[in-house]
């Protein structure tokens, strides 16, 4: 089962550590709500507004603790309601999970309570953003990534992308660097990445985004089939594809191996001339 948190459940606050160790899925909203400060947490009642949160693949036993937490019993007197909605995980919502379960303040709203309008408590109260990163081709090398700007990362797990495939057609310092196009029977591997929302920040000076790239929203699978939603750089030209230089080859070999090993290029999930 999963679970949306959007208050003192999310990271950096003080009840995170009763989900911490739960597999983040990625950074999620729902529509159709807002939410309110309630003094030292938020309360999220339906509205016209979208709140963001942190969602989480929990089992029977967690739930079981965090409804105690929030004082729910089932009762119409309760300070919150467990509910089930669904969750968006990009902005053309296109990836979603439904019958995500999250807590639903359960009185009424007074008026001396501040409204949070971009439904966001971690942003409004100022602590770190947690997001995940999908890195691909020279993004899987860390020597290059610590050049960018990427000095910490909470986790990381090797990680693919299903209906994608290679092609080198992006001006850069090495020749052509690498993109994604659509393949519905290509695989990419690389890593996924728990990282802040400002360490993405960061890179996108590095990836020139919204000039060469832009930051979207993939699916990807860990090992083990389990599915993350995570940011990637695209970049939307698809045309003028050219043949990467071996130097480029060569950084890109270097981040998979130190996780892949010989599996990525023994399969071809790079199929491109000079990878495979």
Same mark, same amino acid.
Not at 51 to 77: Q, R, T
Not at 133 to 140: K, V
Not at 192 to 209: G, P, R, W
């Given at each position: 089962?999963?679970?949306?948190?959007?208050?003192?459940?999310?990271?950096?606050?003080?009840?995170?550590?009763?989900?911490?160790?739960?597999?983040?899925?990625?950074?999620?909203?729902?529509?159709?709500?807002?939410?309110?400060?309630?003094?030292?947490?938020?309360?999220?009642?339906?509205?016209?507004?979208?709140?963001?949160?942190?969602?989480?693949?929990?089992?029977?036993?967690?739930?079981?603790?965090?409804?105690?937490?929030?004082?729910?019993?089932?009762?119409?007197?309760?300070?919150?309601?467990?509910?089930?909605?669904?969750?968006?995980?990009?902005?053309?919502?296109?990836?979603?999970?439904?019958?995500v379960y999250f807590y639903r303040y359960n009185k009424e709203i007074v008026k001396n309570m501040e409204k #949070?309008?971009?439904?966001?408590?971690?942003?409004?109260?100022?602590?770190?953003?947690?997001?995940? %990163? /999908? &890195? *691909? $081709?020279?993004?899987?090398?860390?020597?290059?990534?610590?050049?960018?700007?990427?000095?910490?990362?909470?986790?990381?797990?090797?990680?693919?992308?299903?209906?994608?495939?290679?092609?080198?057609?992006?001006?850069?310092?090495?020749?052509?660097?690498?993109?994604?196009?659509?393949?519905?029977?290509?695989?990419?591997?690389?890593?996924?990445?728990?990282?802040?929302?400002?360490?993405?920040?960061?890179?996108?000076?590095?990836?020139?985004?919204? #000039?060469?790239?832009?930051?979207?929203?993939?699916?990807?699978?860990?090992?083990?089939?389990?599915? %993350? /939603? &995570? *940011? $990637?750089?695209?970049?939307?030209?698809?045309?003028?594809?050219?043949?990467?230089?071996?130097?480029?080859?060569?950084?890109?070999?270097?981040?998979?191996?130190?996780?892949?090993?010989?599996?990525?290029?023994?399969?071809?999930?790079?199929?491109?001339?000079?990878?495979?």
């Open positions: 089962m999963y679970l949306l948190v959007y208050g003192s459940l999310r990271y950096g606050f003080e009840l995170n550590h009763l989900v911490a160790k739960s597999r983040f899925v990625g950074l999620g909203y729902i529509e159709g709500y807002e939410m309110y400060d309630l003094g030292n947490y938020p309360g999220v009642i339906k509205g016209d507004g979208i709140v963001w949160g942190e969602v989480y693949e929990i089992d029977e036993n967690l739930i079981k603790l965090l409804d105690e937490v929030e004082d729910y019993k089932g009762s119409p007197d309760d300070l919150y309601v467990r509910e089930k909605t669904r969750v968006y995980f990009d902005q053309k919502r296109k990836y979603y999970l439904d019958n #949070i309008e971009d439904g966001d408590y971690s942003a409004w109260s100022g602590m770190p953003i947690i997001v995940n %990163y /999908f &890195a *691909y $081709a020279e993004n899987t090398n860390e020597r290059i990534l610590h050049q960018r700007g990427v000095d910490m990362i909470l986790s990381e797990t090797p990680a693919y992308t299903k209906g994608y495939r290679l092609i080198f057609n992006i001006p850069c310092k090495y020749g052509y660097c690498a993109n994604l196009i659509e393949d519905e029977s290509g695989i990419i591997c690389g890593y996924l990445q728990k990282v802040f929302l400002h360490t993405l920040n960061s890179l996108d000076k590095a990836e020139q985004h919204l #000039i060469k790239y832009i930051r979207e929203v993939v699916k990807v699978y860990d090992r083990n089939g389990k599915e %993350y /939603f &995570a *940011y $990637a750089y695209v970049s939307s030209y698809k045309e003028n594809r050219k043949k990467p230089s071996e130097e480029y080859v060569k950084i890109i070999r270097e981040g998979l191996m130190r996780g892949w090993g010989n599996e990525c290029v023994s399969t071809g999930l790079y199929d491109e001339p000079g990878i495979s």
